[in-house]
C-alpha cells in the first residue's frame, strides 16, 4: 500500500513557496477550487462525506445492527438499496455509519501524524547540528521498515481495535511529513524576518510559533488532507485483513471481507463498501491536491 | 565518478550496518515489548502447565533479559542464522524464506517490468499531447489508479473474471502454483500490483519530459533535422530518466508491503503470505528475519539510486 501522491501540477521536487509572499493565499485557493472542476467535485464530496458521518444515525434506513428477519443476502431493490448480509442487515446503512468509522479513523491517525512531523521537523530545522542529525538518522531508520509491514505487525502483536488502529498509522506515517516540515524551517530560518525577530529580541519559542510556524500552514494543510485519504485507506486495509476494526463494527474494510466467502452468489457485498472507499480517497486526494495547486506558485503560472 | 562522490558514497554503505542493527533494535524491541506470549501459544494445545511453559521459554531464550536476548540474536544473524520458526514445522527460517522468495520476485519483477514499459510510452505520449484529451484521459487514469485500494480491485477482478466469466482462476493451488507455466494465475496478480505503479510512473515520465523537451538541446536537435521520435526516446527520454529512479526505487522498497495484501487474496505462496501468517502466529524469528532483511533490502537500494544517479549524471555533488 504506497502513500506518495502525485505531482499533478508541479515537477518532481518543486517545492511550494511560502505564503508570506503572496498577497492572500486563501483567495487562491477559492479561485482554484472555482475554476477546476475536478478540485471543486472533490471538495463538495468530502463535505457531503463529512455530513454523512455527522448525521449518519439520522439517516439510516435500518440500524446498521438491526437484523431484518428471513431476508439474508437479499440483492439490491428498492427498500434495500444496497441489498442486505447474511446477518440480514441493511448493508446501504452499514455504508453510512462505515463514514463515521473511517473518518474518525482518519483524523484521529492524521492529527497523530501531524503533531509527530511537525514537532520533530520543526525542532529539527530549527535548531539543526547534533538535534538535526539525531531526529533525521532516526526517521531514517523508521524509513527503512516497511511501512505497512511495521503496521500489520504491530496492530496484530498489541491486540487489533479501532483505536490500536489509529496509534498504529499514527505512529508509523509522520516521517515525509517531518523531513518537509523540517526543510522549510532549515530555509525560513535564515530569512531576513526571521533574523529581524532575533535580533530585535524575541525567543526562540516565540520565533518558532509567531514568525516561522505561520508560514508552514501550507505545506502542512496539503499534508494533511492527503494523509487522512492515505490513513483511511490504510485503516480499509488492515479491517480487511481483519488486523484493524473488528466486527460487528461496520468499518468499510471489515464489511469487505465479511462479503469476500460469498462473492459467488452477493456481488453487491464486494461492490458497495469498496466503491464507498475509493470515492472517499479520491474525494480527499482532489482536495489535496487543488490545496496544493492553490498553494503553488508555480503551478499557477502554468 | 568524483573522488567526492566516492567518498560519499563509501560513508553510506558503510551506514548500512549500523543502520540495520538499528532497525533491528526498533523492530524487537516493539516486538518482545507487546502483550502475549509466544510460549504460552506454543504449549496451549498440550494443556497449560506451568513447568512446561516455563520450560519452553527457556528453550526459547525467552528467559533471559531482553538485552542479552538482543545480543544473542545480533550474533547469529551476523552469521546469517535467523534460527528456527516456532511453527511452519521448526523449519529454519532461511529456508523458509528460501523458499518463498521465488514465488514473490517473480510477481512482484513481472509486475515493475510490465508498469516501465506500459508507462514509459503512456508519460511520454501525454507529454508531448500536452493539455489534449490523451494527457487529459491519463491524467484522469492515473488519480484513480492512485486511488484504488488494491484489495477492492483484487476482489472485483476475482468477481468478474473468476466468479461471473470463469475465464481465469480466482487463487493459485498452492506451492507448487507459482512456476511460469501457470501464466493464467499470475494475470489478476500482476494486473494488481502494476496499476498503481503505472500511474505513478507515468505522471513523473511525463511531468520530467514537460521539464526536458523545452531545453536547448531539444531544439537544437529539432534544428539539425532529427525525427521526432529519436529526439523525444534517444535524447529527451535520457534526461527524463532520473527522477525514474527514484519512483522505481521506492517501489521496489515497498516489495515486501505490497505482497501483503496481492498474496492474502490470490493465495500466493510467497513472502507476503509468510509474513501475514508469521505476525498472526506470533513466530517471532520469522518476523524478525523478514523485516531485518527487507530493512536491509531498503537500505540497498536507497544506496543503489544514490550510485546510479552519478553514474547516470556526473554533475550530481553530493557532499
Redesign the interface.
Known amino acids: 500500500?504506497?502513500t506518495?501522491?502525485?505531482?499533478?501540477s508541479?515537477?518532481?521536487?518543486a517545492r511550494e513557496q511560502p505564503a508570506a509572499t503572496s498577497d492572500s493565499p486563501w483567495r487562491h485557493v477559492v479561485v482554484t477550487f472555482r475554476d477546476n472542476p475536478l478540485y471543486l467535485a472533490g471538495a463538495l464530496f468530502v463535505i457531503a462525506i463529512i455530513l454523512i458521518a455527522i448525521l449518519a444515525p439520522i439517516l439510516v434506513p435500518y440500524g446498521p445492527e438491526a437484523f431484518n428477519r428471513r431476508q439474508p443476502l437479499k440483492p439490491p431493490s428498492t427498500t434495500f438499496w444496497f441489498g442486505t448480509d447474511r446477518q440480514t442487515r441493511d448493508i446501504f446503512s452499514r455504508v453510512l455509519v462505515g463514514a463515521r468509522v473511517t473518518l474518525s479513523v482518519g483524523i484521529v491517525a492524521t492529527a497523530i501524524i501531524m503533531v509527530i512531523g511537525v514537532v520533530l521537523g520543526a525542532i529539527s530545522g530549527y535548531f539543526g547540528g547534533w538535534i538535526d542529525n539525531a531526529i533525521m538518522?532516526f526517521t531514517?531508520?523508521?524509513?527503512?521498515?516497511?511501512?505497512?509491514?511495521?503496521l500489520?505487525?504491530?496492530a496484530?502483536?498489541?491486540?487489533p481495535s479501532l483505536t490500536t488502529t489509529m496509534i498504529v498509522i499514527g505512529l508509523t506515517s509522520w516521517m515525509s511529513t517531518a523531513r518537509l516540515v523540517r526543510g522549510e524551517f532549515l530555509r525560513l530560518r535564515a530569512q531576513d524576518f526571521v533574523l529581524a525577530a532575533g535580533a530585535l529580541g524575541a525567543t526562540k519559542g516565540r520565533i518558532i510559533a509567531r514568525h516561522i510556524l505561520p508560514n508552514t500552514i501550507p505545506i502542512i494543510l496539503v499534508q494533511t488532507t492527503l494523509w487522512l485519504?492515505s490513513a483511511m485507506?490504510l485503516e480499509?486495509?488492515l479491517s480487511?485483513?481483519g488486523l484493524g476494526a473488528q466486527p460487528p463494527t461496520p468499518s468499510w474494510?471489515c464489511m469487505?471481507a465479511n462479503g469476500?466467502t460469498e462473492?459467488?452468489t452477493a456481488?453487491w457485498q464486494?461492490?458497495f463498501p469498496?466503491l464507498a472507499?475509493?470515492l472517499t480517497?479520491?474525494a480527499f486526494?482532489?482536495v489535496g491536491e487543488g490545496l496544493r495547486a492553490a498553494f503553488d506558485p508555480r503551478s499557477r503560472r502554468r | 565518478m568524483s573522488g567526492k562522490n566516492g567518498a560519499y558514497l563509501v560513508r553510506r554503505a558503510l551506514m548500512l550496518v549500523p543502520?540495520t542493527v538499528?532497525?533491528s533494535a526498533?523492530?524487537f524491541a516493539?516486538?518482545h515489548l507487546?502483550?502475549?506470549d509466544p510460549a504460552l501459544a506454543m504449549v496451549s494445545e498440550q494443556g497449560s502447565d506451568p513447568a512446561i511453559i516455563a520450560q519452553v521459554r527457556a528453550n526459547l531464550g525467552l528467559d533471559k533479559p531482553l538485552l542479552v536476548q538482543f545480543g544473542i540474536w545480533l550474533g547469529n544473524i551476523a552469521r546469517l542464522d535467523f534460527g528456527t520458526a516456532y511453527s511452519f514445522n521448526k523449519t529454519p527460517v532461511m529456508d523458509l524464506i528460501a523458499q518463498r522468495l521465488g514465488a514473490t520476485l517473480l510477481l512482484q519483477g513481472l509486475a515493475l517490468g510490465i508498469s516501465v514499459l506500459i508507462a514509459i510510452p503512456l508519460g511520454v505520449m501525454a507529454a508531448t499531447r500536452r493539455n489534449r484529451l490523451f494527457d487529459h484521459l491519463t491524467?484522469g487514469g492515473?488519480?484513480?489508479g492512485?486511488?484504488?485500494?488494491?484489495?477492492?480491485l483484487a476482489?472485483?477482478l476475482?468477481?468478474v473474471f473468476s466468479?461471473r466469466l470463469g475465464w481465469l482462476p480466482a487463487a493459485t493451488a498452492g506451492q507448487d502454483a507459482a512456476g511460469l507455466g501457470k501464466l493464467p494465475y499470475f494475470i489478476m496478480p500482476v494486473i494488481v500490483l502494476s496499476l498503481?505503479t503505472i500511474?505513478?510512473l507515468s505522471?513523473?515520465v511525463r511531468?520530467?519530459m514537460?521539464?526536458v523537451v523545452g531545453q536547448d538541446y531539444v531544439t537544437a536537435a529539432r534544428a539539425r533535422g532529427l525525427g521526432e521520435r529519436p529526439i523525444l526516446y534517444r535524447h529527451a527520454l535520457k534526461n527524463a530518466v532520473l527522477?525514474m529512479v527514484?519512483i522505481l526505487g521506492?517501489?521496489a522498497?515497498?516489495?515486501?508491503?505490497?505482497s501483503?495484501?496481492v498474496e492474502?487474496i490470490f493465495a500466493w505462496p510467497g513472502l507476503g503470505a509468510l509474513?501475514?501468517d508469521s505476525?498472526?502466529r506470533?513466530d517471532y524469528p520469522v518476523?524478525l528475519a523478514?523485516?531485518v532483511l527487507?530493512?536491509f533490502f531498503?537500505?540497498l537500494i536507497?544506496l543503489a539510486v544514490d550510485i546510479v544517479y552519478v553514474l547516470i549524471d556526473p554533475r550530481i555533488a553530493f557532499d
Not at chain 1, 140 to 150: G, K, S
Not at chain 2, 253 to 258: D, E, M, T, V, Y
Open positions: 500500500m504506497t506518495q501522491s502525485l505531482p499533478l508541479a515537477a518532481p521536487g538518522r531514517d531508520l523508521v524509513l527503512a521498515i516497511p511501512q505497512f509491514f511495521l500489520i505487525a504491530i496484530a502483536l498489541f491486540s485519504s485507506l480499509s486495509s480487511f485483513l474494510g469487505l469476500r462473492m459467488q456481488w464486494t461492490v469498496g472507499i475509493f480517497v479520491i486526494n482532489m | 543502520m538499528g532497525v526498533i523492530v516493539l516486538i507487546s502483550p502475549g491524467t492515473s488519480f484513480l492512485l486511488a484504488l485500494p488494491t484489495f477492492w476482489l472485483l476475482q468477481l466468479v498503481p500511474a505513478i505522471r513523473y511531468s520530467s514537460i521539464d527522477p527514484t521506492s517501489q522498497a515497498h516489495l515486501l508491503s505490497g501483503v495484501v492474502n509474513a501475514y505476525i498472526l506470533r518476523i523478514l523485516t527487507t530493512g531498503i537500505l536507497n
